[in-house]
């Protein structure tokens, strides 16, 4: 005889049309490369790892359970070669994703990133924590940076 046990998780997001913050409370060392030209005209590159690279403690997922909305507000320091920040809408369920975010990277102007997305879940008693995991390429340093990296929130 095969027992087969089937275990179902339902998750229960709040009920309530209310707009709650979910704040930052750690993530993974985000990863990331920096794509630089060898020399003006020349078709050759350098690839330098990108270091010292982390969330900024304001990065905030706002979520409107009234109009069945997610708002990411991601920011990521760079150190040296300053800060990037994702922001992005996305409709609400118990797993998301966030394509095409906006990104200002460094002193460059805000631009819409079709290689820029996160994608996200919800934890947790009553929806309580999100998980996200997050993939950025923007102009950054007279190059093109390439970071990734997983972030967690809580309400």
Known sequence: HRAQLEIQMQLTLPD??????????GSTTPTGTLITPTQSGS???????????SVLNDSIVSVDFG???IDLNLGL???VNGDIRM????AL????SFNNLNVKAGENAITSCSTCSANGFFAGSEGGLIGLNYEVKAPLAGGNASIAGVAAFEK
């Open 16 to 25: 309530t049309t209310a707009i709650v913050s979910y704040h930052f409370i």
């Open 43 to 53: 078709p050759a590159n350098t690839i330098t790892a990108i270091t010292g690279v």
């Open 67 to 69: 109009r069945q909305n």
């Open 77 to 79: 320091t760079t150190n």
């Open 87 to 90: 922001t992005g809408s996305t």
């Open 93 to 96: 369920d118990t797993t998301f």
